[in-house]
């Protein structure tokens, strides 16, 4: 009999640190659930993305274009201006987290190793750091006409959001 007492506290012990482990694991999944729920919902609040060419080459095969890569930085909560471009943009997340929308089309938040691209003149509305902790960077390469220095257009009264 004292074997059974034994035997049924020990499972009880166990079963208790049990739940006691998934309560604290609970706990910590929804604290840092919490903790991270508001830097998916600040919107961006200024433009300071870092613009700076990689690479730029006529493409033989293609008589008056060339292939310009860009690599767009933003720090945590940055974002660019609302804009178009004036070639085909293909782009790529390199690290971190970026928000898109182009007109026409769902805001998307793209991971590193995912990417989109953009046709020549669609208005490009939403660009930004979809974290306000982690800085992002994404590769932009254009297959624009050679010659072409205006490959990302401004709006004239931007505003991301």
């Known amino acids: 009999m004292n074997r059974i007492r034994e035997f049924i506290n020990v499972r009880d012990f166990n079963l208790v640190n049990r739940m006691k482990m998934r309560t604290k694991s609970i706990s910590a999944l929804l604290l840092a659930t919490i903790a991270m729920a508001p830097a998916a919902v600040i919107p961006a609040t200024s433009y300071n993305d ?14 008056g274009n060339s292939l310009v890569a860009v690599e767009v930085s933003y720090p945590p909560g940055g974002a660019s201006a609302l804009h178009r471009h004036s070639a085909f943009v293909y782009a790529y997340v390199v690290s ?37 902790t982690e800085p992002a960077k994404r590769l932009a390469v254009f297959v624009a006409d050679t010659g072409d220095n205006a490959l990302t257009i401004p709006d004239q009264a931007g505003g991301a959001r």
């Open 50 to 63: 870092t613009v700076k060419t990689n690479f730029s080459r006529p493409i033989s095969n293609l008589p």
């Open 96 to 132: 971190g987290q970026i928000a898109s929308q182009v007109e026409g089309q769902p805001e998307r938040i793209y991971r590193a190793g995912e990417s989109w691209y953009e046709t020549p003149r669609a208005h490009h509305l939403i660009g930004r750091n979809a974290s306000n």
